[in-house]
């Protein structure tokens, strides 16, 4: 068989790759035996490489295929299916670093040499705009997404609603576990935002591992351009152990024999990834269908609902200092009246005055103050690590400190220690312990007047001081 002419026959991006058949139903080398020009130069003169600096490709026939195109289970399980199942393929793969899909056929081909079989693999890129989505996955896959996701649309309780559409979802996939996992590249950390598990399941969940932000990150790497990494057997594990040891390990720690993974996307930021484990492999492909449609649904929704977050942030965080601001505060007192939120007695209340702010300001200039006020909030925060502090404006704040009594000494005395010099960050504060029923609003008047009475004593002590 003339290999070259026989790829020359085809109009689209297409190659011949042959893939070692073995007699134990495995598979062994998969290669590139032929590309049409297309293909050629598709390899050679790539238009989609984000990576500078990278040596020339020349394409040579009989090549191992991760020569020319990323090392993959998917793909390799896709030319096992079509060259020695025979079963034709077809599927549409988004690349991350560019706004295309790409429309991908795997045809099996009517010729064998000995242990060796045969497919085409062609692919053409196609604008977003000129899919159809139903065209991507069945029409059932497609109705059960649509009915689980609406779910989202308008819930009221955001985070509710998502374990109810990832419930639905695991269901759907046939596997034990199903999840949403958050990441914050800025901060460096990860939150699961979602997760259903099947009674019985002995999985651990990646929640229970120290590192979960950085193997979770390490996803994005190891998924590449493509649109997902699908491990659904001992081979495909294995792969992860050479490209990704650390996920490998968490893998078979956690008793994961497969699993799908896809990022969650959105104007290209990467917002987290949705998971599921230990699937039914049988239903591979509709399980990937599946998935590939809840990522388009998800995705929109969860950065509608990091952008509330990131609005309810702005409005309740002090920019200058990081630490909760007066609209934080009150609301929260005003929860805690009205009953809406609890407190747990006892508790204390603190004020404190930054003293000597104005003098800063006047001399060194309102950026030395903001300084000061930063230096402030700092302190406040090491001090009172898992308390509430606020700045309630200007050069005042409030701390809601919980704990016994013998604790709450310990934070004053250290508060006292490192805040009482009046060069750098100065204190003038007053403070309730409340371990009886008084309302929390006569707790910040008490502290406030004791406040404002140690402020009298500091302007006794620095009399220079009283308007500067």
Not at 61 to 78: A, N
Not at 195 to 221: C, F, P
Not at 300 to 310: L, Q
Request: net charge negative; hydrophobic share 35%; proline share 3%.
């Amino acid at each position: 068989m003339n290999f070259q002419i026989f790829i020359d026959g085809f109009y689209a991006i297409s190659c011949l790759v042959s893939i070692e058949r073995k007699e134990n139903g495995g598979y062994g080398d998969i290669r590139i035996v032929a590309g049409n020009k297309k293909f050629v130069e598709m390899v050679e003169h790539p238009p989609y490489s984000m990576e500078s600096g990278m040596p020339e490709i020349r394409f040579e026939p009989g090549s191992m295929y991760d020569r020319y195109l990323p090392k993959t289970p998917d793909f390799e399980d896709k030319c096992y299916i079509s060259a020695i199942q025979k079963k034709p393929i077809h599927n549409y793969i988004h690349l991350n670093v560019v706004e295309l899909w790409f429309n991908m056929f795997f045809t099996p081909v009517d010729y064998e040499d000995g242990n060796t079989c045969y497919c085409v693999y062609s692919y053409d890129p196609v604008a977003v705009d000129d899919i159809d989505r139903a065209v991507t996955s069945s029409m059932s896959a497609s109705n059960d997404v649509l009915k689980t996701c609406i779910k989202l649309r308008g819930a009221t309780d955001f985070k509710k609603a998502m374990n109810d559409v990832i419930k639905d979802i695991r269901i759907l996939c046939g596997a034990e576990v199903c999840t949403v996992m958050l990441v914050n590249q800025e901060e460096a950390k990860s939150s699961v935002l979602a997760a259903s598990k099947a009674e019985g399941s002995t999985i651990r969940t990646l929640s229970q591992h120290e590192n979960m932000y950085d193997v979770a990150v390490s996803w994005a790497e190891t998924i590449g351009e493509r649109d997902s990494i699908i491990i659904k057997n001992e081979k495909d594990l294995e792969y992860v152990k050479e490209v990704n040891y650390p996920w490998y390990k968490t893998l078979a720690d956690s008793n994961v024999k497969s699993i799908i993974v896809f990022p969650l996307r959105h104007n290209k930021e990467l917002l987290g990834f949705i998971w599921t484990t230990n699937i039914n492999t049988d239903n591979i492909q509709r399980i990937k269908e599946t998935l590939e449609l809840t990522t388009f649904f998800i995705s929109s929704e969860i950065a509608s609902y990091i952008m509330v977050k990131r609005l309810e942030r702005i409005s309740y965080i002090d920019l200058l200092t990081g630490i909760k601001n007066r609209n934080s505060m009150n609301n929260h007192v005003t929860g805690i009246v009205e009953g809406e939120q609890s407190i747990e007695k006892p508790y204390a209340v603190i004020f404190a005055d930054l003293n000597g702010l104005k003098r800063v300001n006047d001399e060194n200039g309102h950026s030395a103050g903001d300084i000061l006020l930063k230096k402030a909030g700092l302190v406040l925060q090491e001090i009172f690590v898992e308390d509430d502090v606020y700045r309630a404006g200007g050069d005042e704040f409030m701390v809601i400190v919980s704990g016994d009594r013998e604790s709450f000494d310990r934070k004053i005395a250290e508060l006292r220690a490192r805040a009482s010099d009046p060069d750098n960050v100065c204190f003038s504060f007053g403070d309730y312990f409340n371990d009886t029923d008084t309302d929390i609003r006569d707790a910040m008047r008490i502290a406030d007047e004791e406040m404002y009475k140690d402020k009298e004593k500091y302007y006794e002590e620095h009399p220079g001081r009283r308007y500067r």
